[in-house]
């Protein structure tokens, strides 16, 4: 059985790019997910103001869930968009 904490995102974090980081969009009416690199691009284009992201990093014995803020998805935009 896995255990889930929502914790912030550090430096120690993995970069957006990797697979083993899923990103998650909650949207009104349209909730997804994606763990590819190409999968997160699209997520990433065209973020509403009233969009919710989570990152999960699956480990050994739990998987993490990681509350994204704003400055660090303009960052992952920078990352993975260019």
Known sequence: MSSYSLRAIDDSFPSIKSRAVNLI??????NRQS????GKREL??????????IA??????????????KERLEAWQIEILR
């Open 25 to 30: 969009r909650v949207r009104e009416g349209d």
């Open 35 to 38: 763990s590819s690199v190409g």
């Open 44 to 53: 990433l284009r065209g973020v509403r103001d009233t969009d919710l992201f």
């Open 56 to 69: 999960t990093w699956m480990g050994r014995w739990s998987c993490d869930a990681f509350a994204v803020t």
